[in-house]
């Protein structure tokens, strides 16, 4: 994992002073933030730390209020036209939305589809595949999170565990540089949590995937990541490796979160 | 006055290809209806106020007009301005772009009716707007629509007796010729009430029909 890493080699993201409000709740407070290429960074904090709302603002779902955000050396949301920078237009918004993909917590697939079509429907659209080729690569990837069987199913005909790993399968399937993960287990029966995170859990050992997981699922954080940032309103209170931050938080914030939601047993590794 | 069965009879055949311009118009009609209708839901939704605003005045103001009012408009005072058309053309737009005002409503519950996590899950996706919507909006959106519209095609075929008003020989307005050629009114104004009844009753059962349909296919 970690020696994979360069962190050398200029961030694939990086934040800016960035702010974003939702009228008077200020969400995220002059961001400032730099993952690395093939970084797996795992998110924690409270609900409405802002954690959210950072995946969305790299995801153009949320448009920040000030600052700049870089994806792949390039600015999300603005354009430089005569070495100044301005709104980005759809055109340049589309263009950096190819190096991004995104699950979210409510799987969102496209209940009139049938499992192969949700993975396949934007290669062949977005990228231009052809089908064969889209439907080969959707197999493959409906076999790595063991659905190989459900492709001629409805969403409505799975269970939660299932469609969150279409949706991992069918963000895939654009081979995005950068993977963002939104508390995909949080709307899932505990039974079914396992399932999920395992998918997860390969990814993370197996691709260079940039990955950015918002979670509160403490255990899977400490295993995968490279980086645990926690977050309070709207700032990183304190950014660290997952042996360090959880075992040995500097900042009694941390402390105080860590207590409330981890198991009282430290021992526990 | 008693029924005269075999004058009924024998008044039949005009009758029904009266009906054949009836449903002529109202097939036509709602055609224009669908595709006008979801033309003016997706210029209301516009991001542009030059878009919007203009479009729902005009969808307001024809909804709020009568009918009737709009055919002798399009009959009688466009020809004045040298834009003459055939009656059954001229009446035909006339209901399909009143029904549009209605049917755009429809479209435009069925549109608001779809979760915002299906606009973001197109946008992580990074489809184009013109494939979120025909890829991803519509298709969910449109199913449930369909008895809604379905009721309007019944709405229209009814109406559309409204055509007579401007010459178009439709059911009504054949029998109201054979009414004042045989001087006998009884028996085609009843034949005429009795096939718009038998036909819209059928369309509804069959309409009914696909309700349950839709209904199954979204459990």
């Known amino acids: 994992m970690s020696d994979s890493i360069d962190r050398k080699a200029s961030p694939i993201i990086r934040f800016e002073q960035v702010n974003k409000s939702f009228g008077h709740l200020h969400v995220l407070r002059d961001l400032d933030l730099e993952v690395a290429p093939g970084e797996k960074v795992c998110l924690i904090g409270p609900s409405g730390s802002g954690k959210t709302t950072i995946l969305r603002v790299l995801m153009t779902l949320e448009k920040p209020n000030s600052g700049v955000v870089w994806v792949d050396g390039e600015t999300l949301w603005h354009k430089e036209v005569k070495g100044r920078l301005v709104h980005a237009d759809e055109k340049h918004l589309r263009r950096m939305r190819n190096k991004i993909g995104m699950v979210f917590q409510q799987f969102n697939l496209f209940p009139h589809m049938k499992v192969l079509r949700n993975v396949t429907e934007a290669p062949i659209h977005v990228l231009g595949m052809d089908r064969a080729a889209a439907e080969e690569r959707a197999l493959q990837l409906l076999d790595m999170v063991g659905l190989s069987d459900k492709v001629d199913n409805y969403p409505a005909q799975l269970s939660g565990g299932q469609q969150q790993r279409v949706a991992i399968a069918r963000a895939l399937a654009m081979q995005p540089k950068v993977m963002l993960f939104d508390e995909i287990t949080a709307a899932l029966d505990p039974e079914l949590v396992g399932e999920v995170l395992n998918v997860l859990r390969k990814l993370a050992h197996e691709t260079d995937m940039t990955m950015l997981i918002v979670t509160h699922e403490m255990r899977f954080a400490r295993e995968v990541a490279d980086r645990v940032l926690f977050f309070e309103q709207g700032q990183i209170v304190e950014a660290a490796t997952p042996d360090v931050l959880f075992t040995n938080p500097t900042n009694p914030r941390t402390r105080l979160f860590l207590r409330a939601v981890l198991p009282q047993d430290k021992s526990d590794g | 006055m008693t029924v005269d069965w075999k004058f009924a009879w024998s008044i039949l055949p005009e009758l029904l290809s009266g009906l054949l311009v009836t449903l002529k118009a109202s097939l036509v009609g709602f055609a224009i209806a669908a595709v006008l209708g979801l033309v003016f839901a997706l210029a209301r939704r516009s991001r542009s106020k030059w878009?919007?605003?203009?479009?729902?005045?005009?969808?307001?103001?024809?909804?709020?007009?009568?009918?009737?009012?709009?055919?002798?408009?399009?009959?009688y005072v466009l020809p004045q301005y040298g834009l003459r058309f055939p009656a059954f053309l001229v009446g035909t737009f006339a209901l399909g772009l009143h029904y549009s005002t209605y049917t755009s409503e429809v479209y435009r519950a069925g549109i608001d009716a779809i979760a915002k996590e299906q606009w973001e899950a197109s946008t992580a996706l990074n489809f184009s707007m013109t494939r979120t919507w025909v890829g991803v909006i519509l298709p969910q959106a449109i199913p449930p629509m369909l008895p809604a519209l379905g009721n309007y095609l019944i709405g229209m075929f009814k109406e559309s007796?409204?055509?007579?008003?401007?010459?178009?020989?439709?059911?009504?307005?054949?029998?109201?010729?054979?009414?004042?050629?045989?001087?006998r009114y009884l028996e085609p104004i009843t034949l005429v009430g009795i096939l718009f009844f038998a036909l819209s009753y059928l369309s509804a059962l069959a309409l009914r029909q696909l309700e349950v349909r839709i209904e199954r296919q979204h459990r």
């Open chain 2, 51 to 75: 878009v919007s605003a203009p479009v729902g005045g005009l969808v307001e103001f024809v909804r709020s007009t009568p009918l009737l009012v709009q055919l002798f408009f399009f009959f």
């Open chain 2, 161 to 183: 007796a409204q055509l007579a008003a401007i010459t178009v020989v439709e059911l009504l307005q054949t029998g109201k010729i054979i009414g004042s050629h045989t001087f």
